[in-house]
T-cell receptor, first 111, second 116 residues
Framework: KQEVTQIPAALSVPEGENLVLNCSFT??????LQWFRQDPGKGLTSLLL?????REQTSGRLNASLDKSSGRSTLYIAASQPGDSATYLC??????????FGEGTQLTVNP | EAGVVQSPRYKIIEKKQPVAFWCNPI?????LYWYRQNLGQGPELLIR????????DSQLPKDRFSAERLKGVDSTLKIQPAELGDSAVYLC??????????????FGPGTRLLVL
C-alpha cells in the first residue's frame, strides 16, 4: 500500500525567506506526483504536476523536484510572502488513477 | 468558467440521521471523484466515476455510504445513517478524462460535516 509522508508538519518563517517542503513515498511505481495548496475552509488547488519521467517542474517562485528511485520530492518556495501561508499537500498517482495524499505541511509566512 | 460546485458548504446533523452532498463538476469533465478529508490529514478517495460508471469504489464504506452520478454530470454522495466518525470534509473533484498523460484534478470547496 502506498504511503506518503510530509515533513515538517508545520513551518513558520519570516517573509522573504526561501524554504523547502519535503515529501516521501514508499512505492516508486507512480505515474506522477502533484503538489497542492489548500487554504482554510477551501478545496485544493493544483500547483505543480511532475510526470514520473520528469525530474522537476517550475512555476513562478515554485520549483518541485522528483527523485522517483528514492521516493522523494521537494517543493522549493523562493522569497516567501504572507500570501503563501496555507497547507501544502503532496500526492502521488498510482495505478487506477488513484491519488494518495500526504498529511500536509502547514506553512505560515510572517510579515 | 465556473469551478467545481458543492453544496451545502456546511452541515450539522445528529448521529443516525441521513445526509446528502451534491457536486456539479466542471463542464465537460468526464471523471468525478469524491474524497473524505479528516482533520489534519490529506484527502482519501471514496469513489471515482468515469461518466456514469463507478470505476473505483473500493474505499467506499458500502454499508452506509452510497453515491450516484446520473447522466454523467452531477453527483450525490449519501450517508445513512451517519456516525460520529463521519465528521469530516467531503471534497468533490473532476478531471477531463484519462486519454492524456497529465490528469489535473480540480477540487471543489468541500462540504464540512459535523455529526453530533
Amino acid at each position: 500500500k502506498q504511503e506518503v509522508t510530509q515533513i515538517p508538519a508545520a513551518l513558520s518563517v519570516p517573509e522573504g525567506e526561501n524554504l523547502v517542503l519535503n515529501c516521501s513515498f514508499t512505492d516508486s511505481a507512480i505515474y506522477n506526483l502533484q503538489w497542492f495548496r489548500q487554504d482554510p475552509g477551501k478545496g485544493l488547488t493544483s500547483l505543480l504536476l511532475i510526470q514520473s519521467s520528469q525530474r522537476e517542474q517550475t512555476s513562478g517562485r515554485l520549483n518541485a523536484s522528483l527523485d522517483k528511485s528514492s521516493g522523494r520530492s521537494t517543493l522549493y518556495i523562493a522569497a516567501s510572502q504572507p500570501g503563501d501561508s496555507a497547507t501544502y499537500l503532496c500526492a502521488v498517482e498510482t495505478s487506477g488513477s488513484r491519488l494518495t495524499f500526504g498529511e500536509g505541511t502547514q506553512l505560515t509566512v510572517n510579515p | 468558467e465556473a469551478g467545481v460546485v458543492q453544496s451545502p458548504r456546511y452541515k450539522i446533523i445528529e448521529k443516525k440521521q441521513p445526509v446528502a452532498f451534491w457536486c456539479n463538476p466542471i463542464s465537460g469533465h468526464n471523471t468525478l471523484y469524491w474524497y473524505r478529508q479528516n482533520l489534519g490529514q490529506g484527502p482519501e478517495l471514496l469513489i471515482r466515476y468515469e461518466n456514469e460508471e463507478a470505476v473505483d469504489d473500493s474505499q467506499l464504506p458500502k454499508d452506509r455510504f452510497s453515491a450516484e452520478r446520473l447522466k454523467g454530470v452531477d453527483s450525490t454522495l449519501k450517508i445513512q445513517p451517519a456516525e460520529l466518525g463521519d465528521s469530516a470534509v467531503y471534497l468533490c473533484a473532476s478531471s477531463l478524462d484519462r486519454s492524456g498523460n497529465q490528469e489535473t484534478q480540480y477540487f471543489g470547496p468541500g462540504t464540512r460535516l459535523l455529526v453530533l
